[in-house]
């Protein structure tokens, strides 16, 4: 916790109060920050300088709340983050006074970073995937979808956002969804199954599902994500050994025939 006058021209920055925190947070006592407020500044990274100093003359300009987040290097060497967060109040001489708190922010920007490593990783797996994904809200409707799941269904990936699931299934696949959304919200997922979709063009492609239930920070549950994959080489393939079958039955039926009758 800390105060802060800037002097009437804003030039002459110097604490007027510290809390004994300063010595945990910077590494010096808070007599010695008293006596040089510059300690503070030079802390702060270099990178990050020129972004504070314009943070300062804006709030200082339109006497309005001032919020930073910034990088410091302790004397130890570790770099650590902060946020500082002040208001201003301007005394009967013209000086203005600032009362603020600074904040180790450090674990939550690191939690940030890793979320975004992990956003980007998952977005590169969700462009780059050759099974289509699709992310659908609580009520049916698509929210976004891979690239590989539009060209498998002949749209471009804006044409499909928006659209209900029931828009781009055809007729009889009712209880399939039923029995799937069930699962999915009963134990976070669903076992694969089969069904099929509407082209653009109105073909129909059969495919396999999986869905998995998605959940935010508080275990409360906000859409879920499908993978789908084309099973149009495998259904040929299956109806080709069907027929192959019935062909070996056939042949092997008029062969029983044509011995019974010799």
Wanted: glycine fraction near 8%; hydrophobic fraction near 40%; proline fraction near 4%.
């Amino acid at each position: 916790v800390y105060q802060m006058t800037t002097g009437a021209d804003g030039q002459a920055p110097r604490y007027t109060y510290l809390s004994q925190g300063v010595e945990r947070m910077h590494g010096v006592t808070a007599a010695e920050m008293m006596a040089d407020a510059g300690i503070m500044y030079r802390q702060v990274l270099e990178e990050d300088r020129a972004r504070v100093a314009a943070d300062e003359v804006r709030s200082m300009a339109d006497r309005k709340p001032f919020r930073c987040e910034v990088r410091v290097r302790l004397p130890s060497g570790e770099v650590r983050w902060r946020q500082f967060t002040s208001a201003p109040r301007q005394l009967p001489g013209g000086h203005l006074v600032w009362d603020g708190i600074e904040t180790d922010i450090t674990e939550r920007k690191q939690a940030e970073m890793a979320l975004r490593e992990s956003e980007a990783s998952f977005r590169t797996l969700f462009e780059r995937m050759r099974d289509g994904l699709v992310l659908v809200d609580l009520t049916g409707h698509l929210v976004s979808c891979n690239p590989a799941f539009a060209a498998m269904l002949g749209y471009r990936e804006e044409e499909l956002r928006g659209k209900h699931f029931r828009e781009i299934t055809p007729p009889g696949w009712e209880a399939v969804d039923a029995d799937g959304l069930r699962l999915v919200m009963q134990q976070g997922f669903s076992t694969a199954r089969e069904k099929a979709y509407f082209r653009k063009n109105g073909t129909v492609v059969p495919v396999e599902i999986v869905g998995s239930l998605l959940r935010d920070a508080y275990g409360q549950p906000t859409g879920i994500l499908v993978v789908a994959r084309d099973i149009t080489e495998r259904k040929m393939v299956e109806e080709a050994l069907l027929q192959a079958r019935d062909e070996l039955e056939r042949r092997v039926l008029e062969r029983t025939a044509e011995s019974e009758k010799s």
